[in-house]
């Protein structure tokens, strides 16, 4: 039974691949990859949280490395989702981050009841909470993206609707809406 802890929780993955060389039947090619990563999750107040995870890492020997173990961010494009993915990417298409390099990932949500909307008297009244999320990627690859949003979660108890910007390298980049209704 889990009973919490003062301190951040600390992953240290290392994944080795081994693929088939189509030019040397019998002969093999491998890969490594490191990723270390510290995440937390934290009251703070009254139905308010905070949560937040740094991830990075890179690959060792990248010599037989093919698309498919390149590291793929969680990028989530659809602006209607059917489950609530923790730190997720919300507008770069599905594997357009993805990397064969260094990369390094951050994520920062907070929830509260009370920041915005929830101030107005119609809006006061209901379950609602508010979220404010930040999100930092970087690679050689890609360079850096930024994204910044502000939703309403637990709409009738399951669901959530967001507005996100995107920056590539501090520029803007997009905007794009969210709705993300939860069947599980």
Do not use: C
């Amino acid at each position: 039974i889990p009973v919490g802890s003062d301190w951040p929780t600390f992953n240290l993955i290392w994944k080795h691949g081994v693929n088939e060389d189509p030019g040397n039947a019998g002969e093999y090619l491998h890969f490594d990859m490191l990723k270390f990563e510290v995440s937390d999750k934290r009251d703070a107040g009254a139905f308010s949280e905070y949560r937040w995870r740094v991830r990075a890492g890179g690959f060792l020997n990248k010599s037989a490395l093919s698309y498919i173990d390149f590291f793929h961010f969680n990028a989530q494009p659809l602006w209607l989702m059917t489950a609530d993915y923790e730190d997720a990417i919300m507008l770069p298409l599905y594997y357009s981050l993805s990397t064969p390099d260094l990369f390094a990932e951050m994520h920062f949500k907070y929830t509260t009841p009370y920041l915005l909307l929830k101030l107005l008297p119609v809006m006061s009244n209901t379950l609602m909470r508010e979220n404010l999320s930040f999100l930092y990627l970087g690679s050689r690859f890609h360079g850096n993206y930024t994204e910044i949003g502000y939703s309403l979660s637990e709409i009738f108890l399951f669901a959530e609707a967001g507005v996100y910007l995107g920056f590539d390298d501090f520029k803007y980049k997009s905007t794009g809406i969210k709705l993300i209704v939860r069947f599980d």
